[in-house]
């Protein structure tokens, strides 16, 4: 069946606006991630965010609703990249990725400094959306990452090398990715530049692999 006249020359035109709207979104959340960083929540507004991101305040409303709706979405994008990173670098080969001769430890090293630099080591804005996901109870939502984590750990689903696949108990699991998560919230009720210091990477990095090295299931 023909396709109708001038078809292609929509779709042609619609993929480019569709590659704009994705763009003019990363540029607006960047923009209010600089802006949580570098003002705090009080000061942050759609005025300022429009002001920062070089859009009129009616583009930014074209794309979000109202304050809450561009802070939810800057949870939920954090949480989706640092879930992304942590399973690619947790379920994928040497071969695929071009990282020979990574170790668990390796692994668990890059899993670890993803989880504590989040939001590109912008603390303070990291701290202002852990404090409003709990307030508002969607902090399990902030922690999916560490929750896939468990999961993937219980299934097996882990690679160490040519040693295979790593497995823990799905208690083990648990009890391991809470720890974790616990630390990071620790630290950013306490001093959240304490997530940045390489001994503190150190630290998280021994008790993860060493509880994996002493409690993984043997084959």
Known sequence: MANPPGSKSVAKRRAPAQARARQTR??????????????GLRAFSTNRLAE???????TIYQYFENKQEILDALARHERDRRLARTTRTLTSH??????TGLSLRDRIRIVVRTELHAFDGRQRARKILFDLSWRGQQHR??????????????????????????????????????AV??????????????????????AVVELVAGFVEARRCKP
């Open 181 to 202: 998560a616990g630390i990071v919230r620790a630290a950013l009720e306490r001093d959240e530049q304490m997530l940045l210091a390489p001994e503190f990477e150190d």
């Open 26 to 39: 990363a540029l607006i959340l960047e923009a209010a991630i600089r802006l949580l960083e570098k003002r």
């Open 52 to 58: 920062a991101a070089g859009f009129s305040v009616g």
């Open 141 to 178: 939502d902030m922690d999916r990452p560490v929750t896939v984590l468990a999961d993937m750990l219980a299934a097996g689903q882990v690679v160490d090398g040519e040693r295979g696949a790593v497995r823990l108990s799905a208690t083990d699991s648990f009890v391991l990715t809470q």
């Open 94 to 99: 040497a071969q695929e990725t071009g990282t």
